[in-house]
């Protein structure tokens, strides 16, 4: 019998181009139960996908506060998240309906 070694899913093995870090990141937005803590992971997964320490030189940030405000237990700033959501090229949309 064949042992299968079994490796933990992790998103950002799948976040690979452009448009699946926006389609990622959109259903985020739709999904967020309002407090910010599915966009904040999304962000936080977009993040990783693309390389910490160079969205630390775009945004100004450090790497460990970009780590520290995108984590589980993160609470960053309006303003944070705005730096990085241009920094990783994503825009925010609205829709009425």
Excluded: C
Excluded at 32 to 42: C, E, F, N
Excluded at 60 to 76: D, F, H, I, Q
């Amino acid at each position: 019998m064949e042992i299968s070694e079994l490796k933990k899913w992790d998103v950002v093995d799948h976040l690979r181009t452009d448009e699946e870090m926006a389609a990622y990141f959109d259903a985020s937005l739709d999904e967020d139960p309002g407090d910010g803590s599915l966009i904040r992971a999304a962000l936080g997964d977009i993040a990783r996908a693309r390389g910490m320490t160079s969205l630390a030189k775009d945004t100004g940030l450090t790497r460990e506060g970009l780590y520290k405000a995108l984590s589980v237990n993160g609470n960053p700033e309006f303003t944070t998240m705005m730096k990085v959501i241009k920094a990783l090229g994503l825009r925010l949309h609205t829709a009425q309906g």
